[in-house]
């Protein structure tokens, strides 16, 4: 397969978010010079978007905002992911007491879930670069999404899943025609499995933060977001945090919409954790700048259970400049709230995004909102890709 890798007008490299050095697109994952995060940027002189000139493109995919992606949607692997429903939720408002709750609902995706924004980009970059195989290892969601991306694009996928992972994503995987290897234990064995294997073949990587594009696609989200409320800038956008991809990629969208003076402020972000996992909350409220490993994983929710996140200097840099924050919820609580949101809307949220309700509700008790606020939750996935695991909690409402 031949490269041709084409970048948009005014995409200016990848830096590395550890040493700053810069390298062009050739470079496919990690720094080559210290192995850190590298972060897509832009020459923003280049980008002419106005408010006028975004309201006027159709609301179909995320895709609409390729002035600010790295690739342009012509050469995209896509299925039309994005332009979700930002959907408002008085129930939720009153609950809260703020003036409006709004759910941005991602289970409107391709495959469910967000994880679609991060591999359709992530996939683009990966036929350009004339990959025949990808891999990856995932709780689950991120799998099913490159097992379908990859079926897109016409790439063979290797999908490295704890055995934990639900049964429709591994279902899902094999379904979309994907090699997957179920590991015995969480995230960090499919982890070492997965490892192992890209030692001995030439596999492309569409794994969180090893690619540099999974980020980058969530940005749309706050693209969206934003013009959706018709270029009000929320006073909180709560996130069920793991790796914090989405986070940090919604971070930095806010910043470039203000840089390029679409808007004026940036959203405080708000990190939700599962309290038998929480290291990002433990990070942020001990003032440190990056996370400690977390021991033992007590959570039922592994889309968010990640011990260990590689990212958390650029999370917690995220929390502290936005005004944003950090909570954990007991896995009750979590489950509580999906009952909640389902019964008071009819919103469907997935047992592990609704760690953003739950917090959202937290953070509320505490006080941290003002009654004229304006809340946004991420649902980052469908009720339906763990509905077993809602069922199973009804016997206890
Ligand atoms: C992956 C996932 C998350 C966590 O995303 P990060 O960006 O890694 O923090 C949250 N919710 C769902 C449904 C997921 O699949
Ligand atoms: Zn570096």
């Known amino acids: 397969m031949e490269t ?23 470079t496919p994952h990690r720094c080559p010079d210290c192995g850190g995060i ?3 940027t832009y020459d923003y002189d280049r980008v002419d978007l106005t408010r006028a000139d975004l309201e006027a493109r159709r609301f179909d995919t995320m895709w609409r905002y390729e ?3 790295p690739f342009a949607r012509e050469h995209a692997v896509t299925m039309d992911e994005g332009a979700t429903a930002l959907v408002e939720a008085p129930a939720l408002a009153e609950r809260m007491g703020v003036e409006r709750v709004f759910v941005k609902d991602e289970g409107r995706n391709p495959t469910g879930t967000f994880k679609d924004r991060g591999q359709t980009v992530a996939m683009t970059a990966a036929r350009m670069h004339g990959a025949t195989d990808v891999a990856l290892n995932s709780a689950g969601n991120a799998g099913q999404s490159a097992a379908a991306y990859a079926a897109e694009a016409g790439l063979d996928a290797h999908v490295f899943l704890p055995e934990r992972a639900g049964f429709t994503q591994k279902s899902m995987t094999l379904v979309h025609g994907a090699d997957l290897t179920v590991v015995p234990g969480e995230i960090g064995d499919a982890g070492a499995a997965y490892t192992d294997a890209m030692a001995d073949h030439d596999w492309y990587s569409t794994k969180t933060f090893v690619t540099p594009y999974r980020h980058e696609g969530k940005k749309t989200m706050l693209y969206e977001t934003v013009e959706q409320l018709d270029w009000q800038v929320p006073d909180a956008v709560v996130y069920p ?12 969208a806010a910043r470039e919409f203000r840089d390029l ?19 990002i909350v433990d990070a942020w409220e001990s003032g440190a700048d990056r996370h400690e490993a977390w021991g033992e994983i007590d959570t039922v929710f592994g889309g968010i259970a990640i011990p260990d996140p590689g990212a958390s200097p650029l999370i917690l840099d995220a929390l502290e400049e936005s005004g944003g ?3 954990a919820a007991s896995d009750d609580a979590i489950l509580d709230a999906a009952v909640a949101v ?5 919103i469907e949220m997935g047992a592990t995004c609704a760690a953003a309700a739950a917090g959202a509700f937290e953070l509320a008790e505490r006080g941290e909102f003002d009654a004229d606020d304006t809340v946004v939750l991420l649902n980052t996935g469908a009720g339906n890709k ?7 909690h009804l016997g206890t409402v």
């Open 261 to 279: 003076g679409l808007v004026d402020d940036l959203p405080p972000m708000y990190a939700a954790q599962a309290s038998g996992c929480a290291p």
């Open 325 to 327: 924050g950090a909570v």
């Open 342 to 346: 389902a019964r008071e809307t009819g």
């Open 4 to 26: 041709t890798l084409e970048t948009t007008d005014a995409f200016a490299g990848l830096r590395c978010v550890d040493c700053g050095e810069t390298f062009d697109a050739e």
């Open 38 to 40: 590298l972060d897509p």
């Open 67 to 69: 002035e600010l992606l």
């Open 386 to 392: 763990d509905d077993d695991v809602l069922r199973g």
């Open 241 to 252: 945090t793991g790796g914090g991809v989405g986070l940090v990629g919604m971070h930095k």
